[in-house]
């Protein structure tokens, strides 16, 4: 097996982790052989404006291997993001290079804001897009051909990909790793990384949990870690009260001036969510799914998925499970720039 080139572009200014992340995915990425000896499936590459070292926004410095004049034809090309890309002269140098190397590379992705240098490129317009959330609106603005949609960790659209910043490149290397060699290479290489979980890219950038974290500065902000290792387990009011050291009463009082709504509703949403994502991995049954994460029988688990999704689980599996010629995840909020 000949192992196929990944090259990462690498300037001055570029996100230090868009760059790490998806290089050790890629590299950790290995298959045995008929004889038992394993092989890397990726030979991956720094590709340099010149061939001088670059720093990122971290202060890291960077050796190229190669530079754009000395690239060997490649597979996949990623480009990460970073302030640097921004910048008027190197935007266009990258620009010019990517949309005359396009043409022979079978797959071209952005990392977080690399989609800037990607979309100048003209090969994104017409086509559904995403990027790091704080960064969709200014990209919709300054390129109006695309469909900026800013909720999915990452998008296919044709050949190419994107995806939101930083650890969601990671995402993004496992779903192409995944593509060319199976789900197991791809959840191999998820747990060398020591990953919590291998997500989906239509999974929100801004998750309920990071939310629930988010706005509670008290007892309150581990609760949800603790409550998502534990989805199969029996979590009453008298359980969460305990793990978080209230009573009852005041738990339950608390919980709901806090966020909004109950324990067990919550409870209920973030069973129904970690759900959706498992129902990603064709290899479980329905059944499966809803007592892994704590539904006493199927036929609940379906009633409470369709009430709040509109849809049923087998139904949203076969529209959304993650294979290589999945659709990407619709949205309701996509920036539009008529």
Not at 67 to 73: E, G, H, I, W
């Amino acid at each position: 097996m000949n192992p196929k080139y990944i090259g990462f572009l690498v300037f001055d200014g570029m996100n230090a982790l868009d760059l790490a992340g998806p290089m050790e995915a890629f590299t950790t990425a290995v298959i045995g052989d008929e004889n038992g000896v394993h092989q890397r499936c990726y030979e991956a590459l720094t590709i340099g404006l010149t061939n001088k070292p670059v720093a990122a926004e971290s202060g890291l410095v960077f050796k190229p291997h190669k530079t754009l004049k000395t690239a060997p034809v490649l597979d996949t090309l990623i480009i990460p993001g970073g302030h640097g890309l921004r910048r008027p002269g190197t935007n266009a140098k990258v620009a010019e290079w990517v949309k005359t190397k396009a043409a022979g590379i079978r797959r071209i992705a952005s990392v977080c804001t690399g989609i800037y240098a990607l979309a100048a490129t003209g090969l994104l317009d017409g086509r559904q897009v995403t990027t790091h959330w704080r960064f969709t609106r200014d990209v919709a603005q300054r390129f109006p051909s695309l469909r900026v949609n800013p909720d999915p960790l990452f998008l296919k659209d044709g050949t190419f990909y994107t995806s939101a910043g930083v650890t969601a490149g990671i995402d993004l290397s496992l779903a192409l790793i995944e593509e060319d060699y199976g789900p197991g290479v791809a959840l191999s290489v998820a747990r060398e990384l020591v990953m919590y979980l291998k997500r989906p890219g239509g999974q929100e950038q801004y998750s309920e949990p990071l939310q629930f974290q988010t706005q509670s500065a008290d007892r309150f902000a581990d609760l949800t870690a603790w409550m998502l290792g534990h989805l199969h387990e029996e979590m009453t009011v008298d359980v969460l009260a305990d793990k978080a050291f209230l009573c009852p009463r005041h738990f339950s009082r608390r919980f709901k001036e806090v966020f909004g709504t109950t324990p067990a509703a919550f409870v209920e949403g973030l069973r129904l969510n970690e759900a959706r994502r498992r129902l990603a991995l064709l290899n479980q049954s329905i059944e499966s799914v809803a007592a892994s994460v704590g539904f006493r029988s199927a036929d609940v688990f379906r009633r409470a998925f369709e009430r709040r999704f509109g849809v049923t689980p087998v139904g949203y599996r076969i529209r959304f499970a993650s294979h290589s010629k999945a659709k990407p995840y619709p949205s309701k909020n996509i920036w539009r720039n008529q």
